[in-house]
């Protein structure tokens, strides 16, 4: 977008005040959230409307329902972007994001208020009254606004002017790395631009409203190209909800005052889900219950993971992405579901954790906290195959949370691209949880009693040697030189299948492995398990935590059935890091 596209002062939209109500800096930051809240706020009845609608019976109104929501999900980043470019820190994942419905729009005007409502006659005229444009010369509001246009307005105006007071660089002094650019978004034309001064940030403002209300006073035009027609001009949103509300497209020469005159739309009522609107929460213990909370934590998951992303891990958008996709399923079978009636929406804390862990997430990637180190490590093996140690590489650049990639089909592995939920990955965890101690067999040497659970094995070969396995040089382990090997073979078994104690009984021996995570690479270039070490806890999604161990190996072929854990699938169907070389093996 170029300078002359500034919406408000070329179109006329606004009356600047001689006075800019955003006064400093903090205020700047205090409005840029509450813009923030103001995008995300409209997502929940975006959803909600969305997910009754039965693509195949109105595809029109899902493809309209569903650019929207696009749209607004690219204004959050955007105003992130914003937030970020000055020195803010955007917050979503906190209980304000999500007070019960009906609400109003964060700081706007009251009368308006925003209900969780299955598609139909009264979600159109919400969506109208929320995406209306402001009339000609209405002033800018930065609180109780009348219409988010006047609030945008309030925002260019308080950025220009702490611009002309403080100037450019002291007033966009935020981290650039921070800024999210260039993700796509699917069902728009528009772009996700990084925002690094006050020519930018203007052309960030542009793109939210225009999308919203028009690209001038009197058009219903919104400047970017129909994704799916692609022989007409994409219509603002308030149009794109009156073109169903009235049952008819826009097309060339339409104004706001004709309103549409093009082809018919149509929509089928027998292709909308029966939802209660704003569904209350079902009775504690029952199975509605349970499924409203596995949303809100699908949900909420996705909040945290898009405060993650715009707080320096810019990467974790596309996973964010990805655990969206898996709210369409769960929020069609609650409105599906008696008693449930459909989604609640209502806030649910991350799972608890110290600062570095794993997060396993439902039927997505491994979220790692904390800055943890990464890196590769190959298996050295001898000329005739048998195991020797690891050769550990350099480390992988990461950010300070970073998501890998668990159903083993990413096209940036090790790392997460959100994938999974294009394929619909089932990423169940089937792991025992039973405590290490109840599974392990004992076998005793001399000097030595060494541990084994079978379920952790991966088939790494550390135990096999090139003469004989561990079970069988146990008998002579009187031998010191036996003994010392016993246990270096046992110290490179990553999975920590087999561990040992000096006897039985007595505190296990651990080598002294740093916290870390390690991608695991096999003879031939086989790609294995994720190595976990130095005690690094690893959440399930339930909730609940794995044993902590010194050592843990964790799936990220996709194929295992003691998920999250490794269990050698790799071996079976010659797992490799890129399709190219995985589709010459399996």
């Not at 550990?392 to 668990?406: D, I, Q, S, V, W």
Request: glycine residues 10%; charged residues 25%; aromatic residues 6%.
């Amino acid at each position: 977008m170029t300078p002359s596209k500034r919406w408000n002062t070329t179109s006329g939209r606004a009356t600047m005040p001689t006075e800019a109500r955003i006064r400093t800096l903090e205020s700047l930051r205090e409005h840029l959230q509450w813009a923030i809240e103001l995008e995300h706020a409209t997502l929940p009845p975006y959803l909600c409307a969305l997910y009754s609608l039965d693509p195949e019976k109105n595809p029109e109104a899902v493809r309209v329902v569903g650019s929207v929501f696009a749209e607004e999900m690219l204004h959050l980043a955007l105003a992130a972007n914003l937030l970020n470019a000055v020195g803010g820190s955007p917050r979503l994942d906190t209980p304000r994001m999500l007070p019960p419905h009906p609400r109003p729009l964060p700081h706007g005007d009251p009368s308006l208020r925003l209900a969780l409502l299955p598609f139909g006659d009264e979600a159109l005229d919400m969506f109208m009254r929320v995406e209306q444009p402001a009339p000609p010369g209405a002033p800018v509001e930065a609180d109780g606004y009348e219409t988010i246009g006047q609030f945008y307005g309030a925002i260019e105006q308080g950025l220009r002017d702490l611009c002309d007071r403080l100037g450019e660089r002291d007033v966009f002094c935020g981290d650039p790395a921070r800024q999210v650019g260039a993700a796509h978004f699917r069902h728009t034309a528009g772009r996700l631009a990084v925002v690094d001064g006050l020519e930018s940030a203007l052309a960030a403002l542009g793109e939210i409203v225009e999308q919203g209300e028009g690209a001038s006073a009197g058009e219903v035009w919104d400047g970017d190209p129909d994704v799916f027609h692609p022989d007409r001009d994409e219509v603002a949103h308030y149009y794109r909800f009156q073109e169903l509300k009235l049952g008819r497209r826009y097309q060339r020469g339409d104004t706001p005052r004709t309103g549409p005159t093009g082809e018919p739309i149509q929509v089928d009522p027998a292709g909308i889900l029966p939802m209660r609107p704003n569904p209350r929460p079902a009775a504690p213990g029952t199975e509605a219950r349970a499924a409203q909370d596995e949303f809100n934590t699908t949900y909420c998951a996705m909040l945290h993971q898009l405060e993650q992303a715009f707080n320096g891990s810019p990467k974790l958008l596309k996973v964010a992405t990805g655990t969206m996709y898996s709210l369409k399923a769960q929020a069609q079978a609650l409105m599906r579901m008696p008693g449930a009636d459909g989604p609640t929406f209502e806030y649910t804390a991350p799972v608890p954790g110290g600062r570095q862990r794993i997060v396993v997430l439902r039927d997505g990637p491994y979220v790692v906290y904390g800055g943890v180190p990464l890196r590769r490590k190959r298996k050295i093996v001898s000329s005739e195959n048998d195991a020797v140690t690891w050769q550990t590489g350099e480390p992988l650049e990461t950010e300070e949370t970073y998501a890998l990639c668990r159903c083993g089909h990413s096209g940036a592995k090790p790392f997460c691209d959100g994938t999974h939920a294009v394929i619909g990955f089932d990423g169940t965890e089937n792991a025992p949880m039973r405590p290490y101690r109840e599974l392990q067999h004992v076998h005793d040497g001399v000097g030595i009693s060494a541990q084994r659970v079978g379920e952790l094995c991966i088939h790494t070969g550390f135990c096999l040697g090139r003469t004989r396995p561990i079970a069988s040089m146990l008998a002579d382990t009187g031998d010191s030189d036996v003994r010392a090997a016993v246990m270096g073979r046992i110290d490179h078994c990553a999975s920590g299948s087999y561990s040992y104690a000096l006897e039985r009984g007595g505190e296990t021996v651990e080598a002294d492995l740093p916290r870390a995570i390690a991608v695991l690479e096999e003879e031939d270039g086989l790609a294995s398990a994720l190595w976990v070490t130095g005690g690094l806890p690893v959440v399930r999604s339930d909730g609940r935590p794995l044993e902590v161990r010194n050592r843990v190996t964790l799936c990220r072929c996709g194929r295992s059935a003691n998920k999250p854990l490794c269990d050698s699938t790799h071996r079976e169907i010659g797992f490799r890091e890129t399709d190219r070389e995985q589709g010459e093996t399996s």
